[in-house]
């Protein structure tokens, strides 16, 4: 059965720093597709990071270039690196996994996590 744990939300300050991790398990994570998505309250949800199996890498445009997703094949771990945090970037994160990069664009994932509150006070 497949599973997907999210860790390491938290309450910051604007500017500040937070890794988030996810910890998969039930299947073999190097053949898969990952994402980190995220809803605000009252807000549509959406993607954040994507990572292909073979490691390449797109990110929406409001977090471009603060925001980096990588992975740990070894430890079956995806990560989520969020440096100078916004107030606007609150919400609840979530990563997500499928076989398949185009579903995972699409916001259309198999397997969902239980999400981890970021919360940013400005």
């Known amino acids: 059965q497949v599973q997907l744990v999210e860790s390491g939300g938290g309450s910051v300050q604007a500017g500040g720093s937070l890794r988030l991790s996810c910890a998969a398990f039930g299947y073999t994570y190097s053949t898969y597709c990952m994402g980190w998505f995220r809803q605000a309250p009252g807000k549509e949800r959406e993607g954040v990071a994507h990572?292909?199996?073979?490691?390449?890498?797109t990110y929406a445009d409001s977090v471009k270039g603060r925001f980096t997703i990588s992975q740990d094949n070894a430890k079956n771990t995806l990560y989520l690196q969020m440096n100078s945090l916004k107030p606007e970037d609150t919400a609840m994160y979530y990563c997500?996994?499928?076989?398949?990069?185009?579903?995972?664009?699409?916001?259309?994932?198999?397997?969902w996590g239980q999400g981890t509150q970021v919360t940013v006070s400005s």
């Open positions: 997500a996994a499928d076989v398949s990069i185009s579903r995972v664009r699409a916001g259309s994932p198999l397997y």
């Open positions: 990572i292909n199996s073979d490691g390449r890498t």
